[in-house]
């Protein structure tokens, strides 16, 4: 099964406030904008991954994907994060009806193409499935295969959320850089001990980043 990936990022001057500890408001939008190429440009290189859609309002964030090879879909919404994949699911079956989508965050710097198509695949067998965050009670992935509805219900305690819907938990190992969503400086050190990918490796080497 092929799959279309539906990322949302929200505007670069917005994203990765929990990061204060770690990174400068003036350093923040480069992160968060580094993040996002590593894991567009690790997801196009997975074999399970069709397409990419990129659901942003943010002119540098889109080109720079768009670069990458991501279609971006302007977030017409502009309702928060669920209503961002809603929209950019509906985007993407108003050209495919029968496409099979997942969406997946745009902050895994780490992401390896294998893991994530291990992942797919593996929610390829369900009618909707879904990935836990390192943390344990978030989610990086939710996956609905051809016909179903995506449902997102991301946020907070997304896993229990998710989990209540429907959603088949994934219970995989070894996809560790799938799971490892970075939103405080702890969650940066995980990543960067995983090995990220170039872009965000260029950003946070002018970074002083305690325990590295």
């Given at each position: 099964m092929q799959w279309t990936l539906v990322i949302p990022l929200k505007p670069l001057s917005r994203a990765k406030s929990r990061l204060s500890d770690t990174a400068a408001?003036?350093?923040r939008p480069g992160l968060a904008l580094a993040f996002a190429q590593d894991t567009v440009a690790a997801a196009l290189a997975c074999p399970a991954v069709r397409d990419v859609a990129v659901v942003t309002d943010d002119a540098l964030a889109g080109r720079e994907l768009a670069a990458l090879g991501a279609?971006?879909?302007?977030?017409?919404?502009r309702g928060g994060l669920n209503a961002a994949l809603a929209h950019g699911a509906t985007a993407v079956r108003a050209a495919r009806p029968t496409s099979?989508?997942?969406a997946l965050?745009?902050?895994?710097?780490?992401?390896?193409?294998?893991?994530?198509?291990?992942?797919?695949?593996a929610a390829a067998e369900f009618?909707?499935?879904?990935l836990a965050d390192a943390a344990e009670i978030g989610t990086t992935l939710l996956a609905a295969t051809p016909a179903q509805e995506l449902l997102p219900s991301f946020g907070p305690d997304s896993r229990a959320r998710h989990r209540a819907s429907g959603a088949v938990e994934?219970?995989?190992?070894?996809?560790?850089?799938?799971?490892?969503?970075?939103d405080t400086g702890e969650d940066l050190r995980a990543?960067?001990?995983?090995?990220v990918g170039r872009y965000t490796a260029t950003v946070s080497a002018g970074l002083l980043i305690p325990g590295t």
């Open positions: 408001d003036a350093l279609r971006i879909v302007p977030d017409e919404p099979a989508v997942a965050n745009a902050d895994l710097p780490a992401l390896r193409p294998p893991e994530l198509s291990r992942v797919l695949d009618p909707r499935a879904f994934l219970t995989l190992d070894a996809v560790d850089s799938v799971r490892q969503d970075v990543a960067l001990a995983l090995g």
